[in-house]
Structure formats: structure tokens, C-alpha cells
């Protein structure tokens, strides 16, 4: 069996279907299995070990901690990415540390905030408890919970979400309009203004230019709904933001989620 878990683990680094297939078959064996994924990191490539992150987080082996905290040192930014969402969903003992100096390095390197790498380390750290997501009171006194258990906000208030982000040291990265219909929310055209940031200005040109453009993009929304809760048929828009605090970037909300505003569709 172990040199049949070794020659699997091998193949994770093999065309789709080959690791594919290897992947389901370590999945399957389960914690039998985790010592010789471990074993074999070191030799697979970029491929084999985001799959071999994806055997980890499926078994859910808390031997598989330290390798994961070895891999926030990869070359490959999407393997560290992957390590340290990982190391947050399986709860890993000892993982703060190492992630906040993952993080560093991301400053260090210059990586732009919202790059996928630091947007994953801000949620690995904010899932581990290392970070409180932000919300500025005015944000969170307009809240309410839309389609799929969404926040939302009726679109009416749009600009003044986005002045009260921007009040608070937020910078406003994307906004996105979705269609709500039978308790579901589906990407809808909005404005397209394809703006971006230089991350090498001071952080307050940041706030205030995110702040603008976003400004923008809300004359752009649709009509307001005048309800308490997004009806069949509503759009909403989402809307992602990031915070500096020092050396500090937390995220305004949960991993790859977003706040939400709706408004009647028309």
C-alpha cells in the first residue's frame, strides 16, 4: 500500500485526469495517506502541490500543518495563497504567526492589496481570529441580510455607504451588480469603468480616489427599491473593500464575500 500512496502521490503532479484520478484515490485512502503527501511535497511542482493542498483540506489532517506553514514560503504565489486558506479551514494550531509574517513578506514584495495572495492571508488570519472585520457604524446601522444570506443595503443609501467606507479609511476596490430572483442572485451589466489604483500612492490619495470613482459608478445604480428587504425581481450590487491600518490590511468582510446593495430591477 505505501508504495502505491507514494506512486499516487506522484501522479498529482500528472496531466488533469491523472491527478484528478490520484487526487479522489488519496482522498478515499485518507489519513493513511497523509505522511507520504507530505513526504512527497518537496518533489512535486506548482500543480501537484495545490492538489496535494486540496487532499489536505479534504482529509483534514492536522498533520498536514507544518507543510502547509512550509508552503507560505513557496516561489509560487498561488501555492502560499492556497496554503494559507488552507491553514485557516482546518484551524491549525500555530498558524498566526506564520501567516502574519507571510503577510509581511506580501508588503515587502509590494504585492497590491487586493491581489488574491494578501486578499488569502487577510482571510486566513481573519477566519483564525487575528483579524476583526471592519464595518464603520453608519455600514453597519443600514445592514440587513439579502438573496443567499447576503449583507445588503437598499440601494438609496449607495453613496453614502460609499462616503462612509471612504470616512473610515476604506478604500473601495469593485462594486458588482447581481439580479435576485427566488432567493438567488445572478451577475447582471452594470458600469463598466474599469478603474484602477496606483498601490504605490499614500494610502489617503487611495480612499479618496476609489472614493470618487465609486461616487460614479453609484449615479449609475439602479432605481431604489422602497422595501426593508430585497423583493423577487431587485438587483443588488456588491461592493469589496480593504483597510490599512499601519502594516495592517484587514478585509471589510469574509473571504471573497462582498456587502451588497439592492434596488428594483427594471
Not at 485557516?88 to 509574517?101: N, Q, T, V, W, Y
Not at 427566488?182 to 489604483?197: F, I, K
Request: charged fraction near 20%; include cysteine.
Amino acid at each position: 500500500m505505501t508504495s502505491h500512496i507514494e506512486t499516487l502521490v506522484q501522479q498529482l503532479d500528472g496531466k488533469a485526469d491523472e491527478s484528478y484520478d490520484a487526487r479522489a484515490e488519496l482522498i478515499w485512502i485518507g489519513a493513511d495517506a497523509i505522511p507520504a503527501v507530505i513526504h512527497g511535497l518537496p518533489s512535486l511542482g506548482g500543480f501537484g502541490r495545490l492538489t496535494a493542498i486540496e487532499v489536505f483540506e479534504e482529509v483534514g489532517d492536522p498533520r498536514c500543518g507544518p507543510a502547509l506553514i512550509g508552503l507560505l514560503d513557496s516561489d509560487d504565489p498561488t501555492v502560499r495563497e492556497w496554503a494559507a486558506m488552507a491553514l485557516a479551514s482546518l484551524k491549525i494550531d500555530g498558524a498566526i504567526e506564520p501567516l502574519r509574517r507571510a503577510y509581511r513578506a506580501c508588503l515587502e514584495r509590494a504585492t497590491p492589496p487586493d491581489w488574491s495572495e494578501p486578499g488569502g492571508i487577510r482571510w486566513a488570519l481573519t477566519e483564525l481570529g487575528a483579524r476583526t472585520p471592519v464595518v464603520p457604524p453608519l455600514t453597519a446601522r443600514l445592514r440587513a441580510t439579502a438573496a443567499d444570506n447576503a449583507p445588503g443595503w437598499p440601494s438609496t443609501h449607495f453613496a453614502e455607504i460609499i462616503n462612509d467606507l471612504a470616512d473610515h479609511a476604506q478604500v473601495i476596490l469593485y462594486s458588482q451588480f447581481w439580479r435576485v430572483d427566488a432567493g438567488h442572485t445572478y451577475g447582471v451589466s452594470g458600469p463598466d469603468l474599469a478603474w484602477e489604483l496606483d498601490w504605490t500612492a499614500p494610502w489617503e490619495h487611495l480612499v479618496e480616489e476609489s472614493r470618487a470613482w465609486s461616487l460614479l459608478e453609484a449615479s449609475e445604480a439602479p432605481p431604489a427599491a422602497t422595501s426593508s428587504s430585497p423583493p423577487r425581481g431587485s438587483t443588488v450590487s456588491t461592493v469589496s473593500t480593504c483597510t490599512w491600518r499601519g502594516d495592517q490590511c484587514r478585509p471589510s468582510t469574509p473571504r471573497r464575500s462582498a456587502t451588497a446593495m439592492w434596488s428594483r430591477a427594471t
